[in-house]
């Protein structure tokens, strides 16, 4: 077993201690060193374990927001699908109603057309039968007055 000797006095016979031990012989010096290795790589691993460990966790949520992330992502995206096949129905469905507006209002154009040319007419046969009227009245005047 190493002797105990105090610090002060082995700085001052320039000994070499280690924890506070001062190494006698080979086996000695042996089982200090294995101890202070052990215990310096049992802190080191520790440590590195324990920088592991918090890191992991780190790319654990990281890992998990990314996931979350994409999954967003990948609603909004066939969201945005959804939409731009929606508004190129709607875009082909007004351009359908548009181009049966235009129909319409041909046709209408066209029927007040043909409204304008019927009223002439009627205007006009208005117009030949009063004037019918007055000859058919003339004759009959005209037969009275021979009748008399």
Same mark, same amino acid.
């Given at each position: 077993?190493?002797?105990?000797?105090?610090?002060? =006095? $082995?700085?001052?016979?320039?000994?070499? %201690?280690? /924890?506070? !031990? #001062?190494?006698?012989?080979?086996?000695?010096?042996?089982?200090?060193?294995?101890?202070?290795?052990?215990?310096?790589?049992?802190?080191?691993?520790?440590?590195?374990?324990?920088?592991?460990?918090?890191?992991?966790?780190?790319?654990? =949520? $990281?890992?998990?927001?990314?996931?979350? %992330?994409? /999954?967003? !992502? #990948?609603?909004?995206?066939?969201?945005?699908?959804?939409?731009?096949?929606?508004?190129?129905?709607?875009?082909?469905?007004?351009?359908?109603?548009?181009?049966?507006?235009?129909?319409?209002?041909?046709?209408?154009?066209?029927?007040?057309?043909?409204?304008?040319?019927?009223?002439?007419?009627?205007?006009?046969?208005?117009?030949?039968?009063?004037?019918?009227?007055?000859?058919?009245?003339?004759?009959?005047?005209?037969?009275?007055?021979?009748?008399?």
């Amino acid at each position: 077993m190493p002797q105990s000797v105090p610090r002060e =006095r $082995a700085m001052q016979e320039k000994r070499f %201690m280690i /924890f506070g !031990v #001062e190494p006698t012989n080979l086996a000695q010096w042996g089982v200090a060193g294995l101890s202070t290795g052990g215990g310096i790589g049992a802190a080191v691993w520790g440590m590195r374990w324990l920088i592991e460990f918090a890191g992991g966790r780190m790319d654990k =949520r $990281a890992d998990r927001l990314d996931a979350d %992330m994409r /999954f967003v !992502v #990948e609603q909004l995206k066939s969201q945005i699908d959804q939409l731009t096949e929606r508004s190129n129905g709607i875009s082909n469905r007004l351009g359908k109603v548009e181009q049966d507006l235009a129909d319409c209002q041909k046709k209408h154009a066209s029927s007040e057309a043909e409204v304008l040319k019927l009223q002439a007419i009627l205007q006009g046969q208005a117009a030949s039968r009063e004037h019918a009227q007055l000859i058919v009245s003339a004759e009959r005047m005209e037969h009275m007055k021979e009748s008399k």
